[in-house]
């Protein structure tokens, strides 16, 4: 980090921040908790990437990196507290003022799920879901799993599968418990399913509702 100069970078600061916090943005003033942070790296990893402005306050006031201790925690979460590590991109941009705000880039992760550790040890999988970090159900985590384990095939689908399927081009999206009444299956035969039709990118998951459904790939709808 000690390499890292600042550029001007006044439009390019109040473009960003104009945009406000948002799928792929989270703005970061107070740096003080790796682990908080962790979470918004494992979100935008587990999802399209994104990219932390630290030196923002929530409501888009620049207030700028206050030390370079805040880097540092930044670094530590990504390093420490996010399983995997992952590695971000930072640059630094001044404003007109002399304040600078660090951008922290963070990719999606080709090795799902990205977790991060909780206060009590614990590590959890997150999502990105417009501007909040939602802890990605278990089922989700079970097919990201799977997802990595599994070689791409191609399945002669049981009854079960095409009933998913046509309640899905039906309703758009189903929870899991719908999908277990409608076929009478157990759930771990019904996540089995759902996890297999996942890994091969039949199915996808939407946040709708609160809650996470399961929805048709975009390569399917």
Known sequence: MKDLRP?????????LIAEGEHEHQDFKFAISDARKIARSISAFANHDGGSLLIGVKDNGVIAGVRNEEDIYVVEQAAAMYCRPEQHLDFKAYKADDGAVVIRASIEPSDVRPVQAQDTDGRWCAYYRVADENIMASPLMVKSWKRKMTSEPIVLSLSEAENMLLHILRESESVTLELFMREARLSRQAAEDIITRLYAIDVIDFAFIE???????????Q
Request: aromatic share 16%; proline share 0%; charged share 35%.
């Open 210 to 220: 609160r809650e996470f459904r399961l929805i048709l790939s975009s390569d399917n």
């Open 7 to 15: 550029i001007k970078g006044r439009y390019y600061l109040q473009r």
